[in-house]
């Protein structure tokens, strides 16, 4: 619908004002009657942006369901059933215990074509089938679980980073659909993803919902079994203009703290957080009333296990000081208050690879393999995934899996070996100016630890490469609470930059007008052709609506 009006004025004298006037007048009555007429097309169309449809308050006769049904808010004895339909309805979910028993039904007579119905006082762990309708319109038949006891075992999925490139955007990725199907044959109980579902958002709505549409397409063949849940991604939010756009991102997940992006839940015992790293003004910061919310958030969780989700790492691979490391003050203030709330693991999407970093007992993983073109890194990892966490009464065990279903590295809690020392930002076997700090990082808390360059004396300290062109090695010792030692050993080559002073003389000079080639005349010249122009596309309406009279 059109938002303003331009006017077109005629200035100067003509011998035949009165004829252009009408003109005029007549040009104006045609195109109020145009504007009338688009309006009504556009309300005839039944869309508004926020994709509610406008209908008569009366049921249609004939309906599609055009999403859904999907599974939301799984908890031990409820569930929400959302589907969409292409008019208003009303809204029935038949469930039972297999799917040739559905014996037990809940409607909603409100008419609507978003339908949310809720399913109260289910049984724990348990398996149950259902199907929606609406004005007679049935679903297929599919089947969720509700959530087990709090401490007994459930699988979790994580995965993200499914966008498609630029080159197949809007479409998704084929390995994006093959990764889902393995999925849902891996029957897990709760799912989380870790953002950057589209390519891009455009400042056409148009183009968005066909954008999302083509990734809920996907992304509903696991929602009819299982619980979604997400943190939106750079791509997802705002447009080249940097307008955020959070409605597209909102209709494809349904969260708990709506219209908020970041929120938490508990499930099976397990206190999940969801933050939003890409807050307007703090992208890759956890600040203001967030961080408030999230410092209240996991205190009042207690004791409970905690995992934490969002969409940039603490400590990338590839997107190295534009992740959560873009301010490292905060970034260290999160790595506090994680080992202060014994968190137990923090994941994350952003680089396009899989890896796991463990730091001071926090777990640390980058799973952003799901369809997005994989990051070739010093680190290794760049293979699509998607990440496992089979979590047992005694034990929590993790492992990235292959689109194959063939599992590629594992982990285990509680980790019973040795320290380990890990190494950031700086790669071993990498050529770094002189001076430059290794980022290491130890699975524990070491007792004692000693940095020694070039087997050379060794420092509680770590210090820069050395001031030495060539090759230098890192040696580090750690030893943990039990006594036990650790070691590992790092290789840099060191780049010694020249301090040599040189000279130079700065010419300025006046410009002048340069006519032989044109560069001060171009733009009058350019600015006098449009100004023909102009009057030229002027004078040809004036007559032509003279002719018209």
């Known amino acids: 619908m059109p938002t303003s009006r331009e006017t077109i004025r005629f200035c100067g004298r003509s011998t035949n004002g009165n004829l252009i006037h009408m003109s005029v007048r007549r040009l104006i009555i045609v195109l109020s009657m145009l504007l009338v007429l688009l309006n009504m097309g556009i309300y005839q169309t039944g869309y508004r942006t926020d994709r509610t449809l406008i209908v008569n308050h009366e049921p249609a006769a004939t309906v599609s369901i ?52 809720n399913l109260v006082g289910l049984e724990v762990n348990t398996t149950y089938y259902y199907r929606v309708m609406s004005n007679g319109t049935s679903s297929a038949t599919y089947h969720f679980k509700t959530a087990p006891a709090d401490g007994e075992p459930f699988k979790l999925i994580v ?28 029957n897990p109980d709760i799912v989380i993803m870790t953002g950057d579902y589209v390519y891009s958002i455009s400042t056409s709505d148009s183009e968005n919902w066909n954008a999302w549409s083509k990734f809920t397409n996907v992304s509903d063949r696991l929602g009819h079994y299982v619980p979604i849940y997400a943190v939106i991604g750079n791509h997802d939010l705002t447009d080249w203009q940097g307008t955020p756009k959070p409605q597209y991102f909102l209709d494809a997940f349904e969260m708990f703290n709506e219209p908020k992006l970041y929120s938490s839940f508990d499930f099976a015992g397990v206190h999940f957080t969801l933050l939003d790293s890409e807050q307007q003004g703090y992208e890759g910061q956890i600040r203001g009333e967030q961080w408030s919310w999230l410092v209240n958030d996991l205190t009042a969780a207690g004791n409970r296990t905690k995992f934490v989700f969002a969409h940039r790492p603490l400590y990338p691979l590839k997107h190295i000081d534009s992740a959560m490391d873009v301010n490292k003050t905060n970034r260290d203030e ?93 790669a071993n076997n990498s050529q770094k100016k002189a001076g430059t700090i290794p980022e290491i990082y130890f699975s524990k808390v070491p007792t004692v630890v000693h940095y020694s360059w070039d087997s050379g004396a060794n420092s509680s300290t770590l210090t820069g490469i050395p001031d030495i062109e060539g090759e230098h090695t890192l040696d580090i010792y750690a030893q943990d609470s039990t006594g036990t030692w650790s ?51 002027v004078i040809v309406v004036i007559v032509w609506l003279t002719k018209r009279s």
């Not at 995965?159 to 393995?182: C, E, H, K, W, Y």
């Open 66 to 117: 055009i999403r859904g049904p999907t599974v939301h808010m799984v908890t031990n004895h409820s569930s929400r059933i959302m589907w969409k339909t292409d008019a208003l309805t009303n809204a029935t979910v038949e469930y039972g215990y297999s799917d040739s028993n559905l014996n037990m039904s809940l409607s909603n007579a409100t008419l609507d074509n978003i339908h949310k119905v």
């Open 159 to 186: 995965l993200g980073d499914n966008r498609p490139s630029s080159d197949t955007a809007p479409a998704q990725p084929q390995v994006f659909s093959d990764i889902m199907d393995q999925v849902i044959a891996e």
């Open 334 to 426: 999160l790595q506090q208050l994680f080992e202060d709330q014994n968190v137990t693991l923090f994941a994350a999407g952003h680089d396009h690879l899989f890896n796991r970093l463990t730091v001071n007992g926090v777990v640390h993983v980058i799973t952003g393999g799901a369809g997005a073109p994989p990051y070739n890194n010093p680190w290794g990892g760049a293979y699509y995934h998607y990440f496992r966490v089979d979590v047992c009464t005694e034990t929590i065990n993790m492992t990235s899996v292959k689109p194959d279903g063939t599992g590629v590295e594992t982990y285990q809690l509680p980790y019973t070996g040795p320290i380990e020392i890990s190494i950031r930002v700086v």
């Open 487 to 537: 070691h590992a050993r790092f290789v840099f080559t060191a780049i010694v930059t020249s301090t040599t002073t040189t000279t130079s003389t700065t010419i300025t000079t006046t410009p002048t007008a340069q006519t032989s080639t044109g560069q001060v005349l171009i733009i009058p010249l350019m600015l006098a052709l449009a100004s023909i122009g102009v009057v030229g596309v």
